[in-house]
């Protein structure tokens, strides 16, 4: 199968909130970095998850969830960004990358569920 561009850029989105995810533990920041730490990485996760679908709703399904999580992964940038809990973090790379995988996430998810429709399957 070939390598999925947005399988990718989520895995490496995802190994770029490690750090920050440690830096918020550094500074007992718990719950909110819980938080960002699971839907961050549940997002490659549930892409893994879609191409091995055994059909193309349950591809759109698993796409669609992991355009969830990627959405909450900006909701708790934001918040973090916004916020100042996070002393002197810089988000605007983490913020840009995830505005980009939840746009390709979108396309995927209504691209696959437009196909579905007109198969009738």
């Known amino acids: 199968m070939t390598e999925s561009i947005v399988g990718t850029k989520s895995y490496y989105f995802a190994l770029k909130v490690i750090p920050l995810f440690k830096l918020m533990q ?3 920041e718990y719950v909110i970095s819980n ?3 699971r839907c961050s990485t549940s997002v ?4 893994e998850e879609a191409q091995a679908g055994i059909s193309r ?3 759109a399904a698993k796409m669609a ?3 969830k999580e990627a959405r909450e992964s900006r909701y708790w ?3 973090l960004s916004e916020s ?3 002393k002197d973090y810089d988000f605007s790379e983490l913020l840009s990358e995830i505005d980009e995988i939840v746009k390709m996430l979108t396309k995927i998810v209504k691209t ?4 579905t429709n007109k198969q009738g399957t």
């Open 26 to 28: 550094d500074q007992k």
């Open 35 to 37: 938080q960002l730490l």
């Open 44 to 47: 490659g996760a549930n892409i």
């Open 57 to 59: 709703k349950d591809f």
């Open 65 to 67: 969830i992991a355009s």
């Open 77 to 79: 940038l934001r918040l």
């Open 84 to 86: 100042g809990i996070v």
């Open 112 to 115: 696959t569920q437009l196909e």
